[in-house]
């Protein structure tokens, strides 16, 4: 298996598979977080590669991307959890719930962002070193964005020694 990982490239495509239908592949999501966790991959990397395919044009093709993510974000260990919680990736996230006119993602898009920017949040409560998520949502918060009804995700979906 980590042998379709072994460039960055391979990652991409992997990912670009996963994403490109509106049927979420669980299986597929799962050996991608597989492979970083095993750290098969750069988690820096991994994080790139996700951001891109959140940046496409296509809202179906974000939203499994965030999807995706989310499924990483739980099963990927901590060290790729620390480049989601980074300013690279969650500033991101804010710029495209900030973009308008032709740039703006659809609502769908923002309201999956909004979810997993709160539900992050609240599972890395206390958590020095992925503080970045707790603070891109208060930030959010005080600027006006509207969150859907909080959903508690426990700190130990998170926790991992990978």
Known sequence: MAGWFASNSALDDQIERATSSSLEDIALSLEISDVIRSKSVQPKEAMRSLKRRIGHKNPNFQLAALKLTDTC??????????????????????????????????????????????????????????????????????????????????????????
């Not at 990927?76 to 991101?92: Q, T």
């Not at 609502?107 to 891109?136: H, N, P």
């Not at 005080?142 to 995700?153: L, Q, S």
Request: proline fraction near 2%; hydrophobic fraction near 40%.
């Open 73 to 162: 974000v739980k099963n990927g260990g901590s060290h790729f959890l620390a480049e989601i919680a980074s300013r690279e990736f969650m500033d991101n996230l804010v710029s495209l719930l900030k973009a308008y006119g032709g740039a703006a993602a659809n609502y769908d898009v923002k309201q999956k962002i909004l979810e997993l920017v709160q539900a992050w949040s609240s599972a890395t409560e206390g958590r020095g070193e992925l503080s970045y998520v707790g603070e891109t949502y208060r930030s959010l918060q005080r600027e006006g964005f509207h969150f859907p009804p909080k959903v508690e995700i426990s700190s130990s979906m998170l926790d991992s020694s990978a």
